[in-house]
């Protein structure tokens, strides 16, 4: 009988996110950190794999993350600064984080304060 299990893709589709979004948070989060991302069940040729009702505990793990949930604790210096450039070009609140999460799903590989400092000095210069 033939195992399924949930891929990045698999993962990304139920969470309503990008593929790199759960790449990036792999990359971000891995075992040895506070909060590492939940170790995949299986590995195949490099693609990891997750048993369907692990899915729970990785919705569970997201909501963990840092600056989830009501509040979400005081936006970084960068973020800040960020918002302060994107209030400055006549962007409302949520558009400018909705461009700054849409960019950070874009480029897994650049952290949020890296992102911030681009467009600042990109829209600086």
């Known amino acids: 009988m033939t195992e399924h299990y949930l891929g990045v893709i698999g993962i990304a589709e139920a969470l309503g996110v990008s593929r790199h979004a759960v790449h990036k948070w792999r990359s971000r989060y891995p075992s040895d950190s506070t909060h590492p991302f939940p170790e995949p069940d299986v590995d195949i040729d490099g693609a990891p794999g997750w048993r ?9 793990w997201r909501e963990g993350l840092p600056g989830r949930g009501a509040g979400g604790g005081r936006p970084s210096a960068s973020r800040q600064e960020y918002l302060r450039e994107a209030a400055a070009r006549d962007f409302t609140r949520d558009e400018a984080l909705r461009a700054l999460d849409a960019l950070t799903e874009e480029f897994p590989e650049m952290t949020e304060p890296e992102i911030c400092a681009w467009l600042v000095d990109h829209w600086r210069s």
Do not use: G, K, S, V
């Open 52 to 60: 369907p009702p692990r899915l729970d505990e990785i919705m569970q």
